[in-house]
């Protein structure tokens, strides 16, 4: 019985081990750190006409909520029952061998290990019993989540505008269309002895990950890692998503801004007016000093050197002094009035025509 002591506590380990994965998961995405030179163009656009009266946005607002909390608890239980799930399967594994075990067991020993065997035998029963049961459970989940929406009648918003905010849409779409396209998650400046101490040109240190780098199986198994839309206008959105499962979430004359969730908490989520969100473009240059080559559709605007003086001429004091390319980038942020979705697009003419869509809503 010494064996069956010990499966079980290969089996509880591997359980808390992951509920600790659950816990860091969102930490797990590859990320770029790396050298930017200081923004050079800004431009700016925030809305100035309201299309919805202040007791329509409060409306949407309630309905809204009221969707997204129930969908939270739905969420919050497929997690359960997902982490429960892999458990299950990997304890079957392991039954299932000790089952093999059992039965050569029993071949080899003219049925001495028959006490063992029902033992095994009873055990792997259960867990397939509730592993059947759990499958069940969120196949439910699922087909709930399904029927949680909400529509919203958006029939009276002119003509018009409409036609102007689906190629609004159009432009955002084409913009992922890029060659490389990168979510900012962080940046942080550069003083002039840091320069000095990196031996680098840039003005500032930038963490960027690819919007479209993979998230592991086992991140988008056990984790609602992505946006998922739940709202029927009769609109495409306009939808701007970080890594985790936030988005800001843009329809004609309103906003809803859903904040990453990854406890599964109720009221993560607001709806606003989309007079209190801004639009902004600017060009920014990027020392590519990666492996890869730069994005094909960028323009290289000059060259640096891995170690390089402030003025960018090469540190000759390092024998192995590879040149890097300075590559020129478009930028779009959306603000919130507190969040800041920040995008970088290889192509500088696809994040300029979206840009110049997005003036248009106001014509």
């Known amino acids: 019985m010494s064996l069956l002591s010990n499966s079980f506590h290969a089996i509880n380990s591997l359980n808390n081990a992951l509920h600790d994965q659950m816990q860091s998961s969102a930490n797990m995405e590859p990320i770029e750190k790396e050298k930017s030179m200081v923004i050079d163009v800004d431009n700016e656009f925030g809305f100035q006409n309201d299309i919805w009266s202040n007791e329509q946005i409060r409306q949407f607002d309630e309905q809204i909520t009221r969707v997204y909390n129930e969908r939270v608890k739905l969420y919050g239980k497929r997690r359960k029952g997902r982490i429960k799930l892999v458990m299950q399967i990997i304890a079957l594994g392991l039954f299932a061998f000790l089952t093999f075990i059992a039965v050569l067991f029993l071949v080899f020993t003219s049925g001495k290990g028959i006490a063992f065997f029902a033992v095994v035998g009873s055990i792997t029963a259960v867990i397939t019993f509730f592993f059947v049961l759990n499958i069940k459970t969120l196949n439910k989940i699922k087909n709930e989540l399904k029927e949680k929406r909400i ?114 908490e109720p009221n993560m989520i607001k709806v606003y007016s989309w007079t209190n969100l801004s639009i902004r473009k600017s060009i920014t240059t990027f020392i590519e000093s990666g492996p890869l080559p730069p994005p094909r559709d960028a323009r290289v605007v000059s060259f640096t050197y891995e170690h390089a003086n402030l003025d960018g001429s090469m540190d000759r004091r390092y024998a192995s002094n590879r040149q890097i390319p300075i590559v020129e980038y478009g930028q779009i942020f959306f603000n919130n009035g507190g969040t800041i979705y920040e995008y970088m697009i290889s192509n500088r003419l696809n994040s300029e025509n979206f840009f110049e869509s997005v003036k248009k809503l106001e014509n």
């Not at 029927?232 to 936030?246: C, I, S, Y």
């Open 151 to 264: 529509s919203l009648d958006l029939s009276s918003c002119n003509s018009d505008l409409a036609a102007r905010f689906e190629k609004c849409v159009s432009n955002w779409i084409t913009v992922f269309n890029s060659d490389a396209v990168y979510y900012i998650m962080a940046r942080d400046g550069l003083t002039r002895d840091q320069k000095i101490k990196q031996r680098t040109t840039a003005g500032q240190t930038v963490t960027r990950i690819s919007v479209n780098s993979k998230i592991s199986f086992f991140n988008k198994f056990l984790s609602n890692m992505n946006y998922d839309p739940f709202i029927d206008t009769g609109f495409e959105p306009l939808v701007a998503t970080t890594r985790g499962n936030g988005a800001l979430v843009i329809y004609p004359g309103f906003v809803v801004a859903m904040y990453d969730n990854k406890l599964y």
